[in-house]
């Protein structure tokens, strides 16, 4: 058996070169991490697989082997819409995937937030996933686990709102020897094809009865299957292709069931179904090259909310004044052209912050409400000029009744 090593963390420096910073997700396959490529100086997300340590020779070669493979297939694939594999490396006999790094949002966080996605938006979205994942299969690679957690929406600077797909961590290709574990499914059991879930080897039909899964997921807000927490039970409604009814998707409903069709012979290739996601859009969007790589503005509503809300001066409002949003990011307080928060927003009502408005002479510009300082100082001064006021009313009647005495007396 393999001896233990210390568990990886942050400042920890894999093969030499790359420095972790921070874990930023985790699934069955390993953790991934933030981490700088100390010799292009640049950020990489390092992709942790399952520690060998405690397995058998056989075991710990079999998740080496496994690590290698998905490099070899990533690295195949080169396509805007997925993330970039750029090296494997092995740090103490343990491997380690080496990926581009894209500050993102996974479509998973977006339904977490928003609960659902218009219909013509998740359409945009899963007809660039579908054209990347056509491109892999045209080089003999099935993804095997497409889902809303695997698809990442850009969120910072000039690519926000590019989509791409990640995690080819259980892909495989066409002719390669089974490395897996025989009888043991690998997936997403809410995500699974029927023919998978009854234990066949999955295949090109199978990805896009996946992406017609997770289509589903972002137009009705929970998977073709439920809920379930019961895995066994999901497995056998995938098994028996037993999908709740479509209530949401309006005219997408057609190509929907195109997706979900429980035969993978009736199917639709990859290459069609991006087709026909991309023509139903470019009913919206204008045209399908708008479709396939224009950006989507999809992105979780907490996200927009920091966005679009104002930050609060000290003292001024309390902590819990509505349209905040706790343990969201503060806007700088640069003053700037002012985006006004809309009163609903997607499936929650959004309620702007309340207290005063301070609106700027100057059209487009935002003028910061004054401080404790400046009130007070506002208020002494219209408290002086009110007691100037009173001072020359009393002076004024006080001559008046003096001239009157005058005029008497004479």
Known sequence: MTSPSPAPGPSYLVAGRYRLLRKIGHGGMGAVWLAHDQLLDREVA???????SGMDDSAAETSRARALREGRLAARLSHRNAISMHDVALDRDEPWLVMEYLPSNS??????????????EA?????????????????GIIHRDIKPANILIANTGRTAGLVKIT????????????????GVVTGTPAYFSPEVARGEDPGEASDVYSLGSTL????????PFGQEDN???????????????????????????????PNPANRPTMAHARDLLAEFAANTLGSTDTVLTGLVSTAPLSAQRAKDTLPPQAGMYPQSSPGTVPGATSLP????PVSHPPTQVASGAYYPP?????????????????????????????GNAALAAAVFAVFVLLTAVAVGIIVLAM
Request: hydrophobic share 35%.
């Open 231 to 261: 895995y066994i039970a999901t497995l056998h409604r995938a098994a028996n292709g037993q999908i709740n009814p479509i209530t949401r998707a309006g005219a997408l409903t057609g190509i929907l069931l195109q997706l979900l069709e």
């Open 167 to 182: 995690d080819f961590g259980i892909s495989r290709a066409k002719g390669d020897a089974t490395i897996t574990q025989t």
């Open 354 to 382: 309340s207290g005063p408005s301070f609106v700027s002479s100057q059209p487009g510009q935002y003028t910061p409400p004054p401080t404790p300082y400046q009130m007070q100082q506002q208020q002494r001064s219209g």
């Open 216 to 223: 589903y997921t972002m137009v009705e807000g929970a998977p």
């Open 46 to 52: 390092v992709k942790q697989v399952l520690s060998t």
């Open 123 to 139: 359409a945009q979205i899963c007809a660039q996933v579908a054209d990347a994942i056509a491109e892999a299969h045209a080089a």
């Open 333 to 336: 307080s640069t003053p700037g």
């Open 107 to 120: 479509v998973a966080d977006v339904l977490r937030d928003n609960g659902t996605i218009s219909p013509v």
